[in-house]
């Protein structure tokens, strides 16, 4: 009963001063909105950073060529070792048993031309389980055949950007283009892959059989990466070590006592980095929008030091009608926890929707977890408590008579 009594003359009290109670309200509900908003955009981010990784593929290590070591007085330098071969791609699938698949992959800038039409795209020459690893779907056509790769077919599947690039509209199945002025039949069309984690445009690129490519287009044999699906996510780190050694005995590395000429990109690795990243990130900026939430306790803390000043002629009379001095300071605790209540439920709100408006009307992503709202609420009630303690405790310890006599 006593707590209803408490709450009632809460409620009225802070009625009875709008514009002060609306301006506390605002401190504790900008705070709580500013940190709802700046985590849903750190976790969109995370979310969006994550995403791209895996849409790479699944348990996937990319093995990329080194680069060419600069030495001094020699000219020219520059480019990919050439000690990653096909035959290195094979005997991974064939070695190791939690390997699922591999995909060799060399790629060059080229002029792609259709008639008299010609655009800039990147000729990937690669094999049929590059599809699967790397998670590409076709918007019509088929992808080329392991038959086909080995019998050097000059087909070629295209990006949607070079589809319309080329073919403005029309229906490209069968048509001819040219790279490097050799005649390729377009058999299948990308579905839009948008931009790679490195910031590559994906919907530029010209899939051609493998052997295709390095006997007719490039004239090379070496490799610029190697795709490893694992079986299982938790082989990863066991894989990449085992396919470490393996390469470097293979490519005669230990007993020359060389460094390695490839890089191992593990993908496991590459989302726990970015994990870690991102969540650093969000709570910086989360801990920066706290500020602003700390701001507003400070606000209850000064309007409530403000309410006892202008009451205290309203305390000594309570005081004087039989109120003890926990009755004071229920009061004017539950007035402090009232505005952090109604302050953080407001911060929910008004966080909640700039976020979704943030997602809906920019190109960022956003996620507001449930946790985070929980969290931000128990905050604002907290922060209600803190700064109402000390006024509160400061009212209940006035004298009566000195209360009754002040003006």
């Known amino acids: 009963m006593k707590l209803y009594r408490s709450l009632k003359l809460s409620r009225n009290s802070l009625l009875s001063n709008k514009l002060?109670?609306?301006?506390?309200?605002?401190?504790?509900?900008?705070?709580?909105?500013?940190?709802?908003?700046?985590?849903?955009?750190?976790?969109?981010?995370?979310?969006?950073?994550?995403?791209?990784?895996?849409?790479?593929?699944?348990?996937?290590?990319?093995?990329?060529?080194?680069?060419?070591k600069k030495l001094?007085?020699?000219?020219?330098?520059?480019?990919?070792?050439?000690?990653?071969?096909?035959?290195?791609?094979?005997?991974?699938?064939?070695?190791?048993?939690?390997?699922?698949?591999?995909?060799?992959?060399?790629?060059?800038?080229?002029?792609?031309?259709?008639?008299?039409?010609?655009?800039?795209?990147?000729?990937?020459?690669?094999?049929?389980?590059?599809?699967?690893?790397r998670n590409y779907t076709l918007a019509k056509g088929r992808f080329f055949s392991e038959e086909e790769n080995r019998a050097g077919i000059r087909v070629a599947v295209i990006g949607c950007d070079v589809c319309k690039n080329?073919?403005?509209?029309?229906?490209?199945?069968?048509?001819?283009?040219?790279?490097?002025?050799?005649?390729?039949?377009?058999?299948?069309v990308l579905e839009s892959i948008g931009a790679s984690t490195e910031g590559a445009n994906e919907d530029i690129q010209v899939l051609i059989p493998m052997r295709t490519a390095l006997r007719r287009v490039f004239n090379i044999k070496h490799l610029k990466v190697i795709y490893v699906q694992i079986r299982d996510r938790a082989l990863m780190h066991r894989a990449e070590s085992e396919i470490r050694k393996f390469l470097r005995e293979r490519h005669r590395l230990v007993s020359q006592r060389k460094t390695d000429d490839?890089?191992?990109?593990?993908?496991?690795?590459?989302?726990?980095?970015?994990?870690?990243?991102?969540n650093s990130f969000t709570?910086?900026?989360?801990?920066?929008?706290?500020?602003?939430?700390?701001?507003?306790?400070?606000?209850?803390?000064?309007?409530?030091?403000?309410?006892?000043?202008?009451?205290?002629?309203?305390?000594?009379?309570?005081?004087?009608?039989?109120?003890?001095?926990?009755?004071?300071?229920?009061?004017?605790?539950?007035?402090?926890?009232?505005?952090?209540?109604?302050?953080?439920?407001?911060?929910v709100f008004f966080g909640a929707v700039g976020a979704w408006v943030i997602g809906i009307t920019t190109m960022l992503t956003t996620v507001t977890p449930f946790h985070i709202i929980v969290l931000s609420l128990m905050f604002s009630l907290s922060l209600g408590l803190f700064f109402g303690v000390y006024p509160a405790r400061k009212a209940s310890l006035l004298d009566p008579i000195e209360a009754l006599r002040a003006e």
């Open 262 to 278: 490839f890089t191992i990109r593990n993908q496991v690795t590459a989302l726990e980095m970015e994990r870690e990243s991102t």
């Open 166 to 188: 080329l073919f403005n509209g029309q229906d490209p199945m069968g048509e001819i283009i040219r790279i490097n002025k050799i005649p390729f039949e377009v058999i299948g």
């Open 283 to 347: 709570l910086l900026i989360a801990g920066i929008a706290a500020i602003s939430l700390l701001v507003g306790g400070i606000g209850i803390l000064a309007i409530m030091l403000l309410a006892i000043k202008e009451r205290t002629n309203e305390i000594g009379l309570r005081r004087a009608v039989g109120a003890r001095s926990k009755d004071i300071l229920l009061q004017f605790l539950m007035e402090a926890l009232v505005l952090g209540l109604v302050g953080g439920l407001l911060g």
């Open 20 to 68: 002060r109670t609306f301006l506390a309200l605002m401190g504790i509900s900008i705070g709580v909105a500013a940190v709802i908003i700046m985590v849903a955009i750190g976790q969109g981010a995370q979310r969006e950073v994550i995403r791209q990784i895996e849409s790479m593929g699944t348990n996937l290590l990319t093995i990329k060529a080194g680069q060419v």
């Open 72 to 133: 001094v007085k020699r000219e020219q330098q520059f480019g990919n070792v050439t000690t990653l071969t096909v035959r290195d791609s094979e005997a991974l699938a064939r070695e190791f048993p939690f390997v699922k698949a591999t995909a060799p992959v060399q790629d060059r800038d080229i002029r792609v031309k259709y008639g008299n039409i010609s655009t800039m795209a990147k000729v990937l020459g690669t094999t049929p389980n590059f599809k699967d690893i």
